[in-house]
């Protein structure tokens, strides 16, 4: 089993930027892809970035292509997501994810609130 958990939330204005963290522990090696979603009130969870084992593969949802990145430190144990020119509708709890592909996740952290206010 893997543990995930994600720092760097907060309040930050419309046009503004935010870096999510997660550090992951436990059995890492099972679970090579690490993924971001987020829940908004109201709405169901959704997918927001993957990115593989080796950072060499990444997908997006289109709402956050062109503002969000998302990257890893394997040595660290870490994966990053980078949230630029954020927009009120990117208002969320984010979770971190860890998956054996880009499109399968498994183990979930308890997540972090992102509030953009307009």
């Known amino acids: 089993q893997v543990q995930l958990v994600e720092s760097g939330g907060g309040l930050v204005q419309a046009g503004g930027s935010l870096r999510l963290s997660c550090a992951v522990s436990g059995r890492t090696f099972s679970r090579p892809a690490r993924g971001w979603f987020r829940q908004a009130p109201g709405k169901e969870r959704e997918f927001v970035a993957g990115?593989?084992?080796?950072?060499?593969?990444?997908r997006y949802a289109d709402s956050v292509k062109g503002r969000f990145t998302i990257s890893r430190a394997n040595a660290e144990n870490t994966v990053f997501l980078q949230m630029n020119n954020q927009q009120p509708e990117d208002t969320a709890v984010y979770c971190c994810?860890?998956?054996?592909?880009?499109?399968?996740?498994?183990?979930w952290g308890q997540g972090t609130q992102v509030t953009v206010s307009s």
């Open positions: 994810a860890a998956g054996g592909n880009l499109f399968t996740y498994l183990d």
């Open positions: 990115i593989n084992w080796s950072g060499g593969s990444t």
